[in-house]
Structures are given as structure tokens and as C-alpha cells.
């Protein structure tokens, strides 16, 4: 009896007494546990996170400047005694000056950006930050699309459904790009756009 109880403890204790890292053991701690409630975002290299790209770009720059400067000169030579019939009229010297200067500029420019982009952790830092890094390229035809995204994202900054916002990832870098037929026509200054270069040389306004 004492054989057979000691023969089943050791086979429901002898699995929990495995190293972790045993081949054939059903854990693995570098994957973590997995189930309905495990982790689902990114925290280790290898993980993918989505990234929602939103970028607002508002620039404003004004700039006045006011100048302005008045000189008067009133100057009468009442007496020449060195040569007294040098002059029957003594000269006299009368001037007025007057500067002025106005000047405004203003600047501004917007654009908005959005899409949204898988990136995977290609590194993480030793304070738990991750470098993340994604690109994403579309081909229709002979035309190509590139989107391209890398940064470094707190962990804490990851939401729930494994999303963080771009305005949150430091040292972010967006690559958006075509090339095509398309992508060149519609550049101002494109490849195929000769005719419109020299219009453009010879009316530049």
C-alpha cells in the first residue's frame, strides 16, 4: 500500500520538479503561460503591436517689425570775422530727414496623416522600453506603395486591445512614399514631367 501511494505521488509531483527549461516540458517561460486571460500585448522581442498613426501638423509663424527715424538740421552762420567781405550773405544750412520702415511676414502650413500599421519588437531596452519597427508595402499594377514606421514604445503606453497611438512612441519616424506612373504625374516635379519643368522655368509665378 505504501508502495503504491508512493508511486503516485511521485507521478503527480514528478511534472511540477521538471527544470523549465526541459525539452518536453508544457511550459515554456519565454512564451508565458497562454489561455483566454494570459498577457496579449507586445512586452518581448518578437511580439507584434499595432500602431495607429495620427499625425497633426499645424506651423504658424508670425513676424512684424516697425522702423522709423526722424533728423532735423537747422544751422545759421551769424559771424565770419577771418575774411568779413568773404560773403555779403552769411550761409546758412537748413535740412530735414525723415525714415520709415514696415515689414510683416506670416507663415503657416497643416497636414494630417493616419493609418494604421502592425510593427513587431525588434529590441528591448534595458529598461523595459521596446524598439519597434513595421513596414508595409502595396503594389497595384506597376504602382507601389511604402509605409514605413519605427520608434520606442513604454510598455505601459500599450493599450489593452495591443494598440498605441503614434503621438506616444519616442523617436518616431513615418515613411510614406509611391512610385509609378501614377505617383509621377502627379508630382510637380516628376520624371515625366518635362514640359511642365520648363513652363515652370520660364513662368515661375
Known amino acids: 500500500m505504501t508502495l503504491i501511494a508512493s508511486t503516485m505521488v511521485c507521478a503527480l509531483l514528478g511534472p511540477l520538479a521538471w527544470p523549465q527549461g526541459r525539452p518536453g516540458s508544457i511550459y515554456d517561460p519565454e512564451r508565458g503561460p497562454v489561455g483566454l486571460i494570459a498577457e496579449k500585448t507586445a512586452f518581448r522581442k518578437g511580439d507584434l503591436v499595432t500602431v495607429v498613426i495620427q499625425e497633426n501638423q499645424l506651423v504658424q509663424n508670425a513676424e512684424s517689425s516697425d522702423l522709423s527715424r526722424a533728423t532735423n538740421l537747422n544751422y545759421k552762420l551769424n559771424l565770419f570775422d577771418i575774411k568779413p567781405n568773404a560773403f555779403n550773405t552769411l550761409p546758412k544750412v537748413d535740412a530735414d530727414s525723415t525714415d520709415g520702415f514696415i515689414g510683416q511676414a506670416k507663415y503657416q502650413k497643416s497636414g494630417a496623416f493616419e493609418a494604421r500599421l502592425a510593427a513587431i519588437v525588434i529590441d528591448k531596452l534595458p529598461n523595459g522600453n521596446m524598439v519597434v519597427s513595421g513596414r508595409r508595402e502595396i503594389r497595384i499594377d506597376d504602382e507601389t506603395k511604402i509605409l514605413e514606421f519605427t520608434g520606442v514604445v513604454r ?19 513615418v515613411l510614406y512614399r509611391g512610385s509609378g506612373p501614377m505617383s509621377e504625374h502627379t508630382k510637380r516635379y516628376g520624371l515625366g514631367s518635362y514640359v511642365h519643368r520648363a513652363i515652370a522655368w520660364l513662368w515661375p509665378f
Open 155 to 173: 510598455r505601459y503606453d500599450i493599450r489593452a486591445d495591443n494598440t498605441v497611438q503614434s503621438e506616444l512612441v519616442a523617436d518616431a519616424k
